[in-house]
């Protein structure tokens, strides 16, 4: 009792204000339960004070993972890691799932781990944004603190939407803006060359993509912008400051409408939020979803245009303005598209485990071979799509306005 005691007053001392806000809020569910809050608290005085308990809650508050990928990534033996998950389960925070093959069969090995459904990942969710914040382990950052230096040439940059931000910018005296999840910077660099007077600032969470994003920018000459490791669910700016945010390929990492709701504030009325994505059937299409083996059954965290209107019914301060679609013709060779998939341009990848991985790896190559007879022109159509979320004034604030 006394360990529980001084964790808690641990706790409280770190960030006082959201650990009020933890307790009241378990104190608030003792209307059915009037005992039980006193245990919900100790389950997050055993968190905070077992660094591999937190650091699971940290990844699996936004991320599913095989046991496997998890004790890589801890560099812990797996039956330590077994344990731990199994303590989560028992709490009701987390779920082991079986992946679905394409048509909804069960696939056979691999189960993954990931936030249980309702109140466990609410749960988690809430513990993570208050306590994980300056934890650089959290989520896929092992994936993108690996691919980096590389990422800019592992990924394909498209101009279409730029060319669809210019046409929207027209007229519009947009000049403060946020990349959030920039990584490497290579969207940025097209945004500050493309929009006139736009100062950025080029947010991530991995220290290593900002490191290479600062680099990417200055040799590029450009210095209307400058660098800060955030989070997406972490943005402190003065409310009304900024008159645009803007994410490429980034929102399928985190809860959408969570984000959007705690970034409508920091927007200027009629400011804008762009979201480049893709769509889960946009995924499937692509040379990925069609050749390399379970790739649709490992992402699932992509949505589609009924989940983003679903969203829209969510949200506060902010409408759903736009949904734009984007196709392009891509060209490529297999020795090109296996080095892409063997350095893991998508983060898709890190959710194989490595025998499955290689296997899969070594099937995608024969696949492409039996597909395109000619291995220097493998052709495809790909797909994304831009959402387009405008600041609006609430109406309660909108009858303050009047009255005044």
């Known amino acids: 009792m006394k360990r529980i005691f001084a964790a808690i007053l641990a706790l409280f ?7 009020a806000t933890d307790w009241n809020a378990l104190r608030g569910g003792d209307a059915d339960c009037p ?18 308990l937190r650091d699971l809650m940290c ?10 990928a998890l004790s890589r990534a801890l560099n812990l033996p797996e039956t330590q890691i077994l344990g731990r998950i199994d303590t989560l389960r028992e709490w009701g925070l987390v779920r082991w799932e079986t992946p679905l093959q394409n048509g909804g069969i069960p696939s056979k090995p691999h ?22 914040r300056n934890d650089g382990a959290c989520g896929m950052d092992d994936h993108f603190s690996r691919v980096a230096a590389d990422y800019n040439s592992l990924r394909y940059t498209d101009m279409e939407p730029i060319r669809y931000l210019k046409d929207r910018f027209a007229g519009l005296n947009y000049t403060k803006g946020i990349d959030i999840g920039c990584g490497a910077a290579r969207y940025s660099l097209l945004l ?46 003065t409310p009304g400051s900024l008159d ?6 980034t929102i399928h990492h985190m809860d959408a409408v969570q984000f959007l709701n705690g970034a409508a504030p920091q927007l200027k009325t009629g400011g804008r939020i762009f979201v480049y994505t893709r769509f889960n059937k946009q995924n499937a299409n692509s040379i990925w979803g069609k050749y390399f083996p379970k790739f649709m059954e490992k992402e699932t965290r992509l949505s589609d245009r009924e989940r983003v209107q679903q969203w829209a019914k969510c949200l506060k301060g902010l409408t759903l303005e736009d949904i ?43 696949r492409l071979k039996l597909e395109f007879p000619n291995p220097d022109h493998v052709e495809w159509e790909a797909g994304n799509v831009m959402l387009v979320f ?10 303050l306005e009047v009255k005044k």
């Open 59 to 68: 990844r699996l508050s936004s991320e599913r993972y095989t046991a496997g």
């Open 192 to 237: 500050l060359q493309n929009l006139p007077n736009l100062k950025l600032v080029c947010g991530d969470v991995n220290e290593e993509m900002i490191r290479v994003a600062e680099k990417y920018l200055k040799d590029h000459g450009q210095d209307s912008y400058y660098t800060q490791k955030i989070g997406a669910n972490q943005l402190s700016f």
């Open 13 to 19: 001392c770190a960030a006082p204000q959201a650990f």
């Open 111 to 132: 189960k993954v781990v990931g936030a249980a459904p309702g109140k466990g990942k609410k749960t988690l969710r809430r513990w993570s944004e208050r306590y994980c």
């Open 35 to 52: 005992h039980c809050w006193p245990l919900e608290i100790d389950k997050l005085a055993a968190m905070m004070s077992d660094d591999v």
């Open 324 to 366: 734009r679609y984007f196709t392009y013709k891509r060209i490529s060779t297999i020795d090109d598209l296996v080095h892409r998939a063997a350095n893991h341009n998508y983060s898709t990848f890190d959710l194989y485990e490595p025998d499955e991985f290689k296997e899969a790896l070594f099937q995608f190559q024969a």
């Open 244 to 249: 645009c945010i803007f994410m490429f390929n």
């Open 390 to 399: 405008r600041r609006i004034i609430e109406p309660d604030k909108e009858k």
